[in-house]
Every structure is written in structure tokens, then in C-alpha cells.
């Protein structure tokens, strides 16, 4: 299916379909401060269910949940991604990468 899309779709069209990179950091930056008031110090007691750590695509269940880490500091690193994710990245020429850490809820 992926795959279809790619050739059916120039990424450039798909590209304008979403929300300008200013309009993406006020949302985020909003929906951060709403969650920063909440307690900060929960990610190494966060259990994510076995059920979170899948997702239903296409009437079937796939696994979410790729990297769950906890290192001797405290430190948490938490990786959700899907197969066609997977899929999109295997076959990309280049990877672009955003330094928006500060954006996920501060428990992270």
C-alpha cells in the first residue's frame, strides 16, 4: 500500500497538505504547556500496557512499541513506530531530523 501511495503521489503535493512548520511548534508548544503542570517525574514509573504497545492497521494488530529503555541515570528513551513507518524509512535516500525534544511532555 505504501508503495502505491509513493508513485500515486508527489511528495512536494503531500508536503503542502500539512501544517506549515511555525503553525506545528505553536501546537506543540501549546499542548506542552497544558501537559507541564501535571507530574513531571512519572516516565520510569510509566508501564505501558502490552496492549499500547501495539497498534491496529488495517484490521490487524502491529507492533507500536520499538525501543523501551531505561539507563542507570533515570534516563528514558521510548520509540513508538509502525511497519510502514519502517517501511518508508528502509527505503528513503535521506533522513530529516528535528531537534523538537522540547516539545514532548517533560516526563521524557
Known sequence: ???ILQAKYDP?????????E??????CSTNKSKSSKKDLKKSLRLEISDE???????NQQQLFL???N???NGDRIVI??????IEILQKAEEYHLDGT?????KMF
Open 52 to 58: 499500547l504497545k501495539h497498534i491496529q492497521i488495517n
Open 12 to 20: 512536494s503535493l503531500v508536503a503542502e497538505a500539512f501544517p506549515s
Open 70 to 72: 531505561y539507563d542507570k
Open 101 to 105: 525534544f522540547k516539545n514532548c511532555p
Open 66 to 68: 520499538r525501543f523501551n
Open 80 to 85: 513508538f513506530l509502525s511497519g510502514t513507518a
Open 1 to 3: 500500500m505504501v508503495q
Open 22 to 27: 511555525e503553525t506545528a511548534r505553536v501546537t
